[in-house]
Antibody, heavy 121, light 110 residues
Framework: EVKLVESGGGLVQPGGSLRVSCAAS????????MNWVRQAPGKGLEWVSY????????YYADSVKGRFTISRDSAKNSLFLQMNSLRAEDTAVYYC??????????????WGQGTLVTVSS | QSVLTQPPSVSAAPGQKVTISCSGS????????VSWYQQFPGTAPKLLIY???KRPSGIPDRFSGSKSGTSATLGITGLQTGDEADYYC???????????FGGGTKLTVL
């Protein structure tokens, strides 16, 4: 069974840093590209970042470019998002999502349950 | 402001059919595949449609997708109260080098 479990969320002050993690199991993690997607309270989905299976290709949304860093550790079957210079507008549930096994079309076939990041003083 | 435009809400009666539109441009929908997701409150999104019109295993054929030009449509037939959820379209935007979502559509089954 494919499982994605996020952790590391919490309350952080504006300007602060936080690292969220995603533990993957039930599939060959090193073979899949991964993503972070966030959802602010009561709002829609916003894609945040993408990392290819071997970390050779990385993309970021303009809203986080220069502040967030995506990475992965295939030996630990884990995905990470280092978030620096956090702002109130970064408050959201952060989901990790796997690139689909059905297609290379950029869809996401498995999602974690999410971890809440709250940026507030 | 989302790159892809969806109606905020749609509604229909049980047993009826509803369609949800997703409008974009040549840099996203016009030249890339569209996927659709279903999300119930407090839960993670679920993939409903990939490659414009294909269903993952386990998704009933009441759900369908189509694409024409720079717009895509999700169709749901035989509506059930259990279909009440938020629905999102998504695709790749070649100009932004980013994956993008629509703003989401809340489906109400009256």
């Amino acid at each position: 069974e494919v499982k994605l479990v996020e952790s590391g969320g919490g309350l952080v002050q504006p300007g602060g840093s936080l690292r969220v993690s995603c533990a993957a199991s039930g599939f060959t993690f090193s073979s899949y590209s991964m993503n972070w997607v966030r959802q602010a309270p009561g709002k829609g989905l916003e894609w945040v970042s993408y990392i290819s299976s071997r970390s050779s290709t990385i993309y970021y949304a303009d809203s986080v470019k220069g502040r967030f860093t995506i990475s992965r550790d295939s030996a630990k079957n884990s995905l990470f998002l280092q978030m620096n210079s956090l702002r109130a507008e970064d408050t959201a549930v952060y989901y990790c999502a796997r690139d689909s096994s059905y297609s290379s079309d950029g869809s996401f076939d498995y999602w974690g349950q999410g971890t809440l990041v709250t940026v507030s003083s | 402001q989302s790159v892809l435009t969806q109606p905020p809400s749609v509604s229909a009666a049980p047993g009826q059919k509803v369609t949800i539109s997703c409008s974009g441009s040549s840099s996203n929908i016009g030249n890339n595949y569209v996927s659709w997701y279903q999300q119930f409150p407090g839960t993670a999104p679920k993939l409903l449609i990939y490659e414009n019109n294909k269903r993952p295993s386990g998704i009933p054929d009441r759900f369908s997708g189509s694409k024409s030009g720079t717009s895509a449509t999700l169709g749901i037939t035989g509506l059930q109260t259990g279909d009440e959820a938020d629905y999102y379209c998504g695709t790749w935007d070649s100009s932004l080098s980013a994956r993008v979502f629509g703003g989401g559509t809340k489906l109400t089954v009256l």
